[in-house]
Structure formats: structure tokens, C-alpha cells
């Protein structure tokens, strides 16, 4: 099977309406028919500066550069499932839902790009000055919860109760907020919905601070949340 150029790559992409085509030649995935057009590269992402506000809570900065290595780990992963699956031929007789090549790629590139994505929103929204919610978003949590209080009691109960995460996502459908939990990277995003904050609460988020306390973590968390990133989030989805 013939090998594309970047040109070639470019217009091909061009030709199928595809938006977007970041440094497709870094891989030379071969073009195949079935193969995915082009490979986007995700960049290493880094801490943002603003995460020293959580020292003053006692979220340490030893605990963000270990995690660091964690959401770097979804980049690269994301990065890695991407070029198998550009450099996959799909062939439908080898397709099994017991155990397949495709099978396998997709659904662990659910969870390293869905942990990504999870991680951004994470590290994108804390590090803030704390306080109540602000914003479009403290209107919608008043519509949605009744006040801050309930909100923020749903907030963290949902923490104790779930695996890993917790999301507060804009409905886009009923236009309204809701705190949805997940257990794992990729559970249980629904489709029509936008997150605008995420907390981690797998226990490398915090046992290094708080040991087995979450809920204390949690408190501490919930004084740091950026509000502005958060409405930032929410007024660029509706
Ligand atoms: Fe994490």
C-alpha cells in the first residue's frame, strides 16, 4: 500500500473536511484505506503557575509534580493508541468483541485521552483565590441546586462516593448544571454535556497530603477552585 506525503496527507485531509492536521508527518503513518487520515499530536502538558495558591491548603507541590507524570502519561498514551490506530488497516473479519486489535485500542484510547481531558480541566481549574462560586456559573448552581450550600454538599458528597472523579457539567439539552461522579477515567461521561470542573479524588491527588482523608482533601480543594476558569469553561460552551 502506497506511503502518502505530507502534501499528499494535507490534501487528502483537506479534501475529507477535516479542521484540523497537527505535524501528521511526525509519525509517517501510512495512509491505508480505513486508517484514520491524520495523526494529531498532543504537546506535553506542564503545571500551570497559579497551582502555588494550593500550598496554603496544604495540596503540596510534591503531590502536583507527581501527578504531572500521571497526566503526561495520558498524553503519551493518547499520542501512542493515535499512531497504532492511524497505522491499523481496519479489516472487519478480524473485528471481535471478546478480544480484537481495534477492540483493544479503542476502548484504551477512551480511557488515556478521556484522562487527559479530565486531567486539563483538573489542573486548569484549581489554583484559584477560593470563595463561593462566581459568575454565570454561581447563577446556574442557584437555578440548578437552590444555593451554594447544596451545591457544594452534593459536590462533595458525590467526592466520597466516587472511584475517581467528579464532574460538574452543563447540560445542554435541560441547560442546567448537575454534579455527575466517575470511576475511572472513563466513566460516566454523558454525550450533550460539557465539564466545566473536575475534581480528582483517586488517592494519588491527595494521600500524600491527607493520607486516607479525603474529605479533608476535599475541603481543601473546594478553597481553591479557580472560578474564573470555570466560567471561562462554561461561556465558551453556551
Ligand atoms: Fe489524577
Not at 475529507?16 to 491524520?38: E, R, V
Not at 486539563?120 to 477560593?130: A, E, H
Not at 475534581?199 to 479533608?216: G, L, T
Request: proline share 3%; hydrophobic share 40%.
Amino acid at each position: 500500500m502506497k506511503n502518502l506525503t505530507r502534501r499528499e496527507l494535507i490534501a487528502a485531509t483537506a479534501a475529507a473536511g477535516a479542521s484540523t492536521l497537527l505535524d501528521a508527518s511526525s509519525f509517517a503513518a501510512q495512509q491505508q484505506p480505513g486508517s484514520l487520515t491524520s495523526v494529531v499530536e498532543i504537546p506535553m502538558p506542564s503545571l500551570p503557575e497559579k497551582l502555588t495558591a494550593t500550598e496554603a491548603v496544604g495540596i503540596k507541590r510534591a503531590t502536583h509534580e507527581a501527578h504531572l507524570k500521571l497526566w503526561q502519561g495520558y498524553a503519551k498514551k493518547t499520542n501512542e493508541i493515535r499512531k497504532a490506530l492511524a497505522e491499523l488497516t481496519a479489516d472487519s473479519s478480524k473485528a471481535n468483541q471478546v478480544y480484537s486489535l481495534i477492540r483493544s485500542l479503542k476502548v484504551e484510547y477512551s480511557f488515556a485521552y478521556q484522562g487527559l481531558i479530565n486531567h486539563n480541566i483538573y489542573f486548569d481549574t484549581l489554583g484559584g483565590s477560593g470563595g463561593p462560586p462566581t459568575g454565570k456559573a454561581s447563577d446556574l448552581i442557584r437555578a440548578g441546586f437552590g444555593s451554594h450550600q447544596v451545591w457544594a454538599e452534593d459536590f462533595k458528597s458525590s467526592g466520597i462516593a466516587a472511584r475517581g472523579w467528579v464532574f460538574l457539567a452543563y447540560d445542554h439539552a435541560e441547560k442546567r448544571l448537575f454534579n455527575y461522579v466517575g470511576d475511572s477515567q472513563n466513566t460516566y461521561p454523558l454525550w450533550n454535556h460539557t465539564c466545566i470542573l473536575a475534581m480528582d479524588v483517586y488517592e494519588h491527588a491527595y494521600f500524600m497530603d491527607f493520607a486516607e482523608k479525603r474529605a479533608a482533601y476535599i475541603d481543601a480543594y473546594m478553597k481553591v477552585i479557580d472560578w474564573q476558569a470555570v466560567n471561562a469553561r462554561l461561556a465558551a460552551a453556551i
